[in-house]
Nanobody, 126 residues
Framework: QVQLVESGGGLVQAGGSLRLSCAAS????????MGWFRQAPGKEREFVAA????????YYADSVKGRFTISRDNAKNTVYLQMNSLKPEDTAVYYC???????????????????WGQGTQVTVSS
């Protein structure tokens, strides 16, 4: 069992930055690849980024590539999402999720993630 708690969301102007954190409970955090998803009102949950168990491999949606960076600190049981050059279309609830394997082979499909946090709101004003 893994419990995930996101933090760091908020209101920011377009072009600004935010850093999301996701703290995980349990001693098996390093056994899981991790992902970030987001869901805007009226839209389906969409993949944002993922990272392998070691942090050695990262993956991004085309819409955030070059602006967002996913990282993890296994000693702190935490995964991060640094978001730069934010746009109004980045507005959504952001969720972190634990993938039940070390490499997220089906990383874009939310159904393949075993555990989810409660989400944190990110609002980007124009």
């Amino acid at each position: 069992q893994v419990q995930l708690v996101e933090s760091g969301g908020g209101l920011v102007q377009a072009g600004g930055s935010l850093r999301l954190s996701c703290a995980a409970s349990g001693r098996t955090f390093s056994s899981y690849a991790m992902g970030w998803f987001r869901q805007a009102p009226g839209k389906e949950r969409e993949f944002v980024a993922a990272i392998s168990w070691s942090g050695g491999s990262t993956y991004y949606a085309d819409s955030v590539k070059g602006r967002f960076t996913i990282s993890r600190d296994n000693a702190k049981n935490t995964v991060y999402l640094q978001m730069n050059s934010l746009k109004p279309e980045d507005t959504a609830v952001y969720y972190c999720a634990a993938y039940a394997a070390r490499l997220p082979r089906n990383r874009v499909d939310p159904e393949t993630y075993a555990y989810w946090g409660q989400g944190t709101q990110v609002t980007v004003s124009s």
